[in-house]
């Protein structure tokens, strides 16, 4: 019970990007050429379809932390300009949960040039159903709690995801708009003095990024940035993202780091002091893609005075490629191939 409870309050107080929001925590796993599990507009991006299984762990040595994981499918229509896909979700953290599924349609449209040439606007749209739980039958009160229901609750949300994304050569960037709709998260009201508990039903995030990569033969080096933006709580982060390629011959080898920071501190006391801590997570990452086959890690590590647990969170990634063609494109564009 005291794990669990210092659990949610660090959660809360540090702004782990993880429990505050409805619908897939954004953390690193696109870097593991899993774009579509943040843009819709992804799915279908190249000739044939795509395969990425996540499992996420943080603080080993904690009950009950916060855990994720998805599993995502995406491949273009036939010959048409169209691409489809579906992912599935479990979030858990503590008391609260949340489970759901995505549906994408996806449309791709060709801007220009010959059919060697990436330039291609494309745009997606994700509707999104989400059961989310709260387990309060542990909770326990003194007398009688209006903040306390004392059963396990669950609500049932259903919602939408929009993207755009533009492919030009090595040159990409995305836009997204998730949670879209209004949606009343009744769950944490049931039971309860409902006059005293506000309603949030404006659960929007907004996410931007853009990159490049460049060298075409052995090695390549590919920059890039993703931006963060949540409407109703302005809370705002920016990823700082470094990878490189190696052709060898079983495939293709890569690493790369990122460093997250957010906008917004949080504000602390210690028995002879006050400060104020930013979000900072560093996170290198590994992978391999082997003949059809794909696999990385990724271990984010949280810097700072004030820290829940001296533990990293841990990220595997598990990939299927199928249906591509050889080097459609004369670009080294490693998500539309």
């Known amino acids: 019970m005291k794990h669990r409870f210092l659990l949610l309050l660090a959660s809360l107080v540090f702004a782990i990007p993880s429990n505050a929001q409805e619908g897939i925590p954004v953390y690193f796993d696109y870097l593991s050429d899993n774009y579509y599990l943040v843009y819709p507009s992804m799915a279908g991006i190249s000739d044939g379809g ?6 996420r762990m943080q603080w ?6 916060p855990n994720l ?3 995502n499918a995406n491949f273009r229509i036939g010959e048409s300009n169209s691409g489809v896909g579906a992912i599935f979700f479990n979030d858990a953290n503590g008391y609260h949960s949340q489970t759901g599924f995505k549906a994408t349609y996806a449309h791709h449209l060709k801007l220009g040039g010959d059919g060697r040439n990436l330039n291609q606007l494309s745009f997606g749209l994700s509707p999104t159903y989400l059961q989310s739980s709260l387990d309060e039958s542990e909770f326990v009160s003194v007398g009688p709690d209006d903040a306390i229901a004392g059963i396990k609750l669950s609500e049932g949300y259903f919602n939408i995801d929009l993207g755009f994304s533009y492919n030009l050569m090595e040159f990409y960037a995305h836009v997204a708009v998730t949670n879209l ?9 049931y039971g309860k003095a409902n006059d005293n508990i506000p309603v949030i039903d404006n659960l929007r995030r907004y996410l931007f990024s853009v990159g490049y990569v460049f060298g075409k033969q052995e090695w390549q080096f590919e920059p890039s940035v993703l931006f963060q933006l949540s409407e109703f709580t302005e809370e705002k982060t920016i990823d700082l993202n470094a990878k490189v390629y190696k052709d060898v011959d079983f495939g293709r080898i890569w690493g790369g780091l990122s460093y997250r920071r957010s906008f917004d501190g949080a504000q602390f006391a210690t028995s002879d002091s006050f400060g104020e801590q930013r979000l900072q ?13 794909m696999v990385s890690y990724n271990y984010s590590y949280q810097t700072g005075d004030i820290r829940f647990d001296s533990g990293g969170f841990h990220q595997i990634t598990l990939g299927y490629d199928f249906g591509q063609k ?10 539309a191939q």
């Open 60 to 65: 080993f040595s904690v009950e009950d932390a």
């Open 69 to 71: 994981q998805t599993i």
């Open 50 to 55: 795509k395969i990425r299984a996540t499992a």
């Open 281 to 293: 997570l560093f996170t290198p990452i590994v992978g391999a893609n082997i003949g059809n086959f």
């Open 181 to 189: 709709l209004g949606s009343k998260r009744n769950l944490y009201r």
């Open 326 to 335: 050889e080097r459609k494109y004369d670009c080294y564009c490693p998500a």
